[in-house]
């Protein structure tokens, strides 16, 4: 496989692909295999939508399984116990307060392929993510978001919790 570009990933985070690469190559792969099994058995391939669905299945989990391998391949893991808690950077938890509306929120910022921002994981390279970069406690800055330019302040600076 050709190198590709570097991702970098919390342990939890580059954990999470190794085991979906598991998941897909092993137990799904083996339900796949059960279902075409099943709909070859219903006879005439040729209008067989089951059979047709289950291929489908198939293609589309290979692709997945290819994708996840890339992925791994070029993944570089960030030592999180090397983290600098007094500046904001990959592998941080950040408390910031929207001086505007008193709002407090927390992130963790990770690697764009960990983003979930449900989650409260944003990636470095989202608007706030990149802004924060370099950031310390005390820290007032603005940024740039869809609905317009939200002041922030950087309450506290952290390790991300595995």
Not at 87 to 108: A, C, F, H, I, M
Not at 136 to 157: K, P
Request: aromatic content about 4%.
């Amino acid at each position: 496989m050709a190198k590709g570009k570097q991702m970098f990933y919390t342990q939890k985070g580059y954990q999470e692909l190794v085991d979906e690469l598991h998941y897909l190559k092993h137990e799904k792969r083996e339900k796949i295999k059960t279902d075409i099994a099943v709909a070859r058995s219903f006879g005439d391939l040729s209008e067989n939508s089951e059979y047709d669905e289950a291929r489908n299945e198939q293609a589309k989990n290979e692709a997945q399984i290819k994708e996840l391998e890339e992925l791994l391949e070029n993944a570089v893991i960030l030592d999180e116990s090397t983290v600098d808690t007094s500046v904001v950077s990959l592998g941080s938890r950040v408390k910031v307060l929207n001086p505007v509306l008193g709002v407090e929120v927390t992130y963790d910022l990770v690697g764009s392929n960990e983003s979930n921002p449900m989650e409260g994981k944003i990636s470095d390279q989202s608007p706030v993510g990149e802004a924060l970069i370099g950031k310390r406690a005390g820290d007032e800055f603005d940024v740039e978001t869809l609905s317009g330019t939200i002041r922030l302040q950087v309450i506290e600076v952290s390790r991300t919790k595995a």
